[in-house]
T-cell receptor, first 116, second 111 residues
Framework: AQTVTQSQPEMSVQEAETVTLSCTYD???????LFWYKQPPSRQMILVIR??????QNATENRFSVNFQKAAKSFSLKISDSQLGDTAMYFC?????????????FGKGTHLIIQP | ETGVTQTPRHLVMGMTNKKSLKCEQH?????MYWYKQSAKKPLELMFV???????ENNSVPSRFSPECPNSSHLFLHLHTLQPEDSALYLC??????????FGEGSWLTVV
């Protein structure tokens, strides 16, 4: 079984600052994917970024980037130039790779607040 | 517009009622999922369907009964629920092994 741990229940930064959200995971699988999802007050779960475990290059998506450390089983999310609209719950999630329909295993989430 | 539509968005039901949540995906995916999100708990995977066949049931009580008539539709039938079943129920879909996309959720309150 997989576990995902997010050790920061809540974080608060000023607008335009850079913030890093932490995530560690535990698995015996070698083929897997890692994700960050954002859940704003509307509760819509929105994909932020995805990382394939076999890729050494860290994924980036505009202001969002990850630091994927496979040996350390660490997967942090960096948000640059933070904006008020980034205020949301952020969930780190794990999924086994391959052609199966395994679901996601989620962490407990980090509530990120961007202050004006 | 996420491609995954859930109805109703809000539902209040008594403990003796029977109701259903509906999910429809317009993304051509083959796998569909039900998740439960309660306050102060991580998201819990309830059921997985792959090509209409149930492949996972995470020890969900029988008062929750899923139905997947085709790869585009997923239902969650609710019967004699308890107040602790009040939560946000999220439907999702994906191609097997690929990114999972979520609907906007159905808020359920059991009174």
């Amino acid at each position: 079984a997989q576990t995902v741990t997010q050790s920061q229940p809540e974080m608060s930064v000023q607008e335009a600052e850079t913030v890093t959200l932490s995530c560690t995971y535990d698995t015996s699988e070698s083929n897997y994917y890692l994700f960050w999802y954002k859940q704003p007050p509307s509760r819509q779960m929105i994909l932020v970024i995805r990382q394939e475990a076999y890729k050494q290059q860290n994924a980036t998506e505009n202001r969002f980037s990850v630091n994927f450390q496979k040996a350390a089983k660490s997967f942090s999310l960096k948000i640059s130039d933070s904006q008020l609209g980034d205020t949301a719950m952020y969930f780190c999630a794990f999924r086994v790779g391959g052609g199966g329909a395994d679901g996601l295993t989620f962490g407990k989430g980090t509530h990120l607040i961007i202050q004006p | 517009e996420t491609g995954v539509t859930q109805t109703p968005r809000h539902l209040v039901m008594g403990m003796t009622n029977k109701k259903s949540l509906k999910c429809e995906q317009h993304l051509g995916h083959n796998a569909m999922y039900w998740y439960k999100q309660s306050a102060k708990k991580p998201l819990e995977l309830m059921f997985v369907y792959n090509f209409k066949e149930q492949t996972e049931n995470n020890s969900v009580p029988s008062r929750f009964s899923p139905e997947c008539p085709n790869s585009s539709h997923l239902f969650l039938h609710l019967h004699t629920l308890q107040p602790e079943d009040s939560a946000l129920y999220l439907c999702a879909s994906s191609y097997p092994g690929n990114t999972i996309y979520f609907g906007e959720g159905s808020w359920l309150t059991v009174v």
